[in-house]
């Protein structure tokens, strides 16, 4: 019996563990379905226009990552309930085992007690005795037989009806894995679907490889116009700095009293070289890092399209992309958000690219761009998720994609390292 308990214990254990891996995973499903939903919208507002554009073919890209993801899920919930199945199903035979040991053993006491075991067998048994000790013992050992029969009783029913709670949850873990297979089948048919798409578009767009270049040398001026501002305001304010510094210096030299002259030359102050924060800005600094991986989207729905850093071209053969950001794809009349809260260091014009507003939180800078109608103003204090304009669509192919950017100074940051996932 002891076995079992402890059997049961580790049983026990090992299902809360597989039982929280599966609510993550089911979590994650929930999560990867809303996401591919929502590129489907996309995809539906984009097919109504019927030119083949790359935008498009960048959100049907991020379908197919998505519904591979979900597949994934799907395989490893499938593994769980496996196991699952496996525990249970090993339990209930366990159970099946012990439960009839119990009862042979306890049919065997009764049939012992029947013979043996009789009112007038048992008052002779206790007047026989030698002392009153041994007497009072016999009684004793009476009234524990007839308690551990009791408890055999109790341990047989509770063992029966722990049998049928597991078997019932063996047949719903069955149909959930039969349920889950189904599923899967129809995504993979649905991935077969969007992967054949994939391929009908991409050799349509192939044939544009003019108009991708062209479109390639104005997005590498933006990044470039947008990397010279960030530069601009990080040098500006290292100027400023310098002159407090320099200011200063020459108040503290004014306030000395006048000495005899020594003929050495007064060490020069240390001009700083980087922004230096004020005790506000090191706070809001502080909290940016600590809402790591935390900090809001941008847009309150969105997918990314085009991620960070240098990355094979998705039509282009051979030829490479940089990304300062990520691009965010999201519906026609989407607001753009600041992510956190801080000051607006600039607002400006990018050539070819509308607007772009540059929103500093201590050391660190986000940037906006893609954006009409522009709510806020340099030196405008912003406050977390505060709309600070409309992300631009682009009439040719109906894309609205923001781009957005993180900055440590001038060091580019990836910005999926540090918003919710």
């Not at 873990?173 to 991935?191: G, I, P, Y």
């Amino acid at each position: 019996m002891r076995s079992f308990l402890l059997l049961s214990v580790l049983l026990l254990l090992t299902a809360l563990v597989n039982g929280q891996s599966l609510d993550e995973l089911r979590k994650k499903k929930q999560k990867t379905n809303e996401q591919i939903k929502y590129t489907t919208k996309l995809l539906e507002e984009a097919k109504k226009n019927q030119t083949k554009t790359l935008n498009k073919f960048k959100i049907l890209n991020k379908q197919i990552e998505l519904r591979t993801t979900l597949i994934t899920g799907i395989n490893s919930e499938v593994g769980v309930l496996a196991d699952f199945i496996d525990q249970n199903a090993w339990l209930v035979a366990s159970l099946n085992a012990d439960m009839e040991s119990l009862k042979k053993e306890y049919a065997q006491m009764i049939v012992f007690a029947q013979r043996n075991q009789t009112n007038y067998s048992k008052l002779l048994f206790v007047l026989s005795s030698n002392s009153f000790n041994q007497a009072y013992k016999r009684i004793m050992y009476f009234r524990q037989y007839t308690e551990y029969r009791h408890r055999q009783a109790e341990l047989i029913q509770w063992i029966r009806d722990l049998i049928q709670a597991k078997v019932s949850r063996l047949q719903l873990q069955r149909a959930e894995k039969e349920t889950l297979l189904l599923s899967k089948k129809q995504e993979a048919d649905q991935l077969n679907k969007e992967k054949k798409q994939q391929g009908q578009y991409l050799t349509t767009l192939q044939q544009k490889q003019k108009e991708f270049e062209k479109k390639l040398r104005e997005q590498q001026q933006i990044e470039a116009q947008l990397s010279n501002e960030i530069q601009k305001i990080v040098e500006e304010e290292v100027r400023k700095a310098r002159e407090r510094a320099r200011e200063l210096a020459k108040a503290k030299e004014a306030a000395k009293p006048a000495g005899k002259p020594t003929g050495k030359q007064p060490a020069k102050p240390s001009e700083p070289t980087s922004y230096e924060m004020t005790p506000e800005e090191k706070l809001a600094s502080g909290q940016f890092e600590q809402n790591k991986r935390r900090l809001p989207w941008p847009v309150e729905r969105g997918v990314i399209t085009d991620r960070f850093g240098v990355h094979e071209h998705p039509v282009l053969k051979n030829i490479q992309v940089k990304n300062n950001g990520v691009d965010i794809s999201t519906a026609q009349g989407v607001k753009a958000r600041s992510i956190f809260a801080g000051e607006v260091s600039r607002v400006f014009m990018v050539t070819g690219g509308n607007m772009a507003v540059i929103i500093r939180h201590g050391k660190y800078l986000t940037v906006y761009s893609n954006l009409v109608n522009v709510q806020v103003k340099s030196g405008d204090k912003v406050s977390i998720k505060q709309t600070i304009g409309t992300i631009g669509t682009d009439g040719d192919d109906d894309k609205t994609v923001l781009k957005f950017q993180i900055w440590k100074e001038n060091v580019k940051m990836d910005p999926e390292d540090w918003i919710a996932r």
